[in-house]
């Protein structure tokens, strides 16, 4: 699992991407919820890019990657680390941004949709933006 994570984030090209498509979105102030977290990249780029706050959600391992990682950046305080699914549990507030990159091979692997209609549904503050849309 650690051998894929590091794959996604050694990607170059990939995370120039993400970080551009993060920072057009991203707001100073936002809140986000990362969901299957994993390492914590994506929340990483979205505190870079202003965020104010991040809950990061997971149900492996990898989640304790993601908080030790943003520990020793100095960002344990601006996040939130959830082990679970996503539509098992709740977050203390709504947020700006829904963001996730679940890999899979047609975009519908993971139950994608479904779990992004469901975070839309209950984590989103009305006028909050789901990434992908």
Avoid: N
């Avoid at 936002?30 to 890019?49: K, R, T």
């Avoid at 149900?59 to 996503?86: K, Y």
């Amino acid at each position: 699992m650690l051998d894929e994570h590091l794959g996604y984030v050694a990607d170059r090209t990939r995370l120039e991407r993400f970080q551009t498509a993060i920072a057009r979105v991203i707001r100073p102030g936002d809140c986000v919820a990362d969901l299957g977290c994993g390492s914590g990249i994506l929340g990483l780029l979205c505190l870079q890019a202003g965020a104010d706050r991040m809950y990061g959600i997971d149900s492996t391992i990898m989640i304790e990657v993601a908080r030790e990682t943003f520990s020793r950046v100095g960002w344990a305080e601006r996040t939130t680390f959830i082990r679970g699914h996503s539509h098992r549990i709740e977050l203390p507030e709504r947020v700006d941004m829904v963001i996730c990159d679940h890999v899979g091979y047609f975009g519908f692997d993971y139950g994608i949709v479904h779990t992004l209609q469901d975070a839309r549904r209950r984590f989103l503050k009305p006028g909050g933006d789901v990434d992908p849309h």
